[in-house]
């Protein structure tokens, strides 16, 4: 992956994950800013171009390092709590809510990578129950390792975390750090997973299904907790027998009692993602949003859930 520019901020420009990450990019130049905000966020930037050619900036998140999961997101923890050390991703889903809540598409890593384990740190030492972190909110949590290092970073810390859980939300099949560390109980590799026919049409720049389930194989062997996410469920006019063959070629090919949780959720976008969204790609919006109107009995997909996995797993959310 090669980037034209790098923007940095001024004040981590001598951090020592700075100049790491900067030795792992391969890059044209360098421009210094005051605060990523200000490459970041401007309103008249246009995501689709910018999608186009990314560039990557390294800021200092200051502060808000967690931020409450919303009411009914669990994997069966009463505590829940979301925070990404990143911002957008490297594949193109036509349905990502992050075009909808960002102005620009550029990659933002926050490198000050410790301050999300300090703030988790605190989180648990003030609770008595096993609090969730969900990793990958407002990116994908591995895509990018190869660069970023964060999972290198974090995973070793977390497992200093006793009554914590950290899932890692992915679609990447770069599974390499999961096979240079010892499998740890308190985390969760979680694969997104859509029919084949979606991931085609609508998960551009992702791997296949077939590859992600071939790493979640690989990840079970080494003794990895595997979560399902069917969370977009993207539905288009199939039948319901398309979705139950789809849930029988997973599990067919994994080891089910390894599972650590499954969530089935439909496509969801806060209005004002939406607006901005149905501009930006007019052709998905009205697509999934006419498709989707078919999903309002969720129950029937849980049912067929239900057939392959102890429904004790299954959240819906
Ligand atoms: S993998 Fe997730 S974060 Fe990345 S583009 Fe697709 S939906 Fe968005």
Request: charged share 25%; aromatic share 16%; proline share 3%.
């Amino acid at each position: 992956m090669k980037f034209n520019v790098i923007y940095i901020e001024e004040k981590i420009k001598d951090y020592p994950n700075t100049k790491e990450i900067l030795a792992r990019i391969n890059y044209k130049k360098i421009i210094y800013c005051e605060n990523y905000n200000q490459v970041f966020n401007p309103k008249n930037q246009n995501f689709r171009i910018q999608k186009a050619e990314p560039s990557i900036i390294l800021a200092k998140k200051e502060q808000n390092f967690l931020l409450n999961a919303p009411e009914k997101f669990t994997i069966g923890y009463s505590k829940n709590f979301y925070f990404s050390h990143m911002l957008n991703c490297v594949y193109d889903c036509k349905y990502c809510f992050l075009q909808g809540m960002f102005n620009s598409a550029h990659y933002v890593i926050f490198v000050n990578y410790l301050d999300f384990f300090n703030a988790i740190k605190s989180q648990v030492s003030r609770s008595k129950k096993t609090i969730c972190f969900f990793s990958g909110y407002d990116c994908d949590s591995l895509a990018l390792e190869k660069i970023t290092n964060f999972l290198s970073f974090f995973l070793i810390k977390f497992q200093k975390i006793k009554n914590g859980i950290l899932e890692v939300r992915t679609k990447s099949t770069k599974i390499d750090i999961f096979k240079q560390i010892k499998p740890m109980n308190n985390i969760v590799i979680a694969f997104s997973l859509n029919p084949k026919h979606i991931v085609k049409k609508f998960e551009d720049k992702t791997p296949s299904l077939t590859q992600r389930i071939k790493a979640i194989v690989e990840l079970q062997k080494l003794g990895w907790n595997i979560g399902l996410r069917f969370d977009p469920l993207i539905i288009d006019n199939s039948n319901n027998f398309i979705i139950y063959d789809f849930f029988k070629f997973i599990f067919d090919k994994i080891e089910t009692r390894r599972i650590h949780s499954v969530t089935l959720g439909k496509f969801r976008m806060p209005k004002q993602f939406f607006e901005k969204f149905s501009s930006l790609r007019p052709n998905e919006y009205f697509f999934i949003n006419k498709e989707n109107e078919k999903f309002k009995n969720i129950g029937i997909y849980e049912n067929q859930l239900r057939k392959f996995i102890d429904k004790k797993k299954i959240f819906r959310n």
